[in-house]
């Protein structure tokens, strides 16, 4: 697998895996009728760094995430991610993959932390990975999200430090060696 920056030629491709989650209504707090144009704007506008998870062996794409600062000014050293696996490709370590792609990219622009705003608590198996990639659940909203079959559920704001208080990076050698294999 190959994970590399968008291109706007991979839009058609992005969308088939975009479509599915954003109609579902169960992980993002996006329209579930958003259109594909509404959706491109979302996904790829503004700060945002946009990467794409490749199969190598077939071109086929596998996943997508961006990269963006999560706030400005005085705080624009802590980023956000947003994350998405094609339905196809999902438990093959995809979502952990692109993790440690995104930390490395964060820590290669700077970032000291990355941190996500809104991980439904319906969602297990987000919340258990990024768990297991070392974020940690800083807050839990009551009823923040409208979940179409489980009514409004809480949503955590999961943080994690990249980089130590002098500066340095908390990146791992292993973690480096796992992204590029």
């Known amino acids: 697998m190959l994970i590399r920056p968008y291109a706007r030629e991979d839009w058609d491709s ?29 996904w790829t506008s503004g700060a945002k760094q946009v990467f794409v998870a490749v199969d190598e062996s077939s071109g086929v794409l596998l996943g997508t995430y961006y990269l963006r600062p999560n ?72 009823d923040a999200f409208s979940h179409p079959r489980h009514g409004f559920v809480a949503a955590h704001v999961m943080y994690k430090r990249l980089r130590n208080d002098d500066g340095c990076s908390l990146y791992t050698q292993k973690a480096h060696n796992r992204i590029q294999s």
């Open 14 to 42: 992005v969308w088939r895996i975009l479509e599915p989650v954003f109609r579902a209504g169960e992980t993002y707090p996006v329209p579930r009728d958003i259109s594909a144009e509404d959706a491109r704007e979302a």
């Open 71 to 142: 706030f400005e000014g005085a705080a624009s050293h802590i980023c956000n991610c947003g994350y998405v696996v094609a339905e196809a490709a999902r438990g093959r370590g995809i979502a952990a993959r692109m993790c440690e792609h995104s930390q490395a990219e964060a820590i290669a622009r700077g970032y000291r932390a990355m941190q996500y705003n809104l991980v439904v608590s319906t969602n297990d198996s987000a919340v258990h990975l990024w768990q297991k990639m070392g974020f940690t659940i800083v807050g839990t909203i009551p």
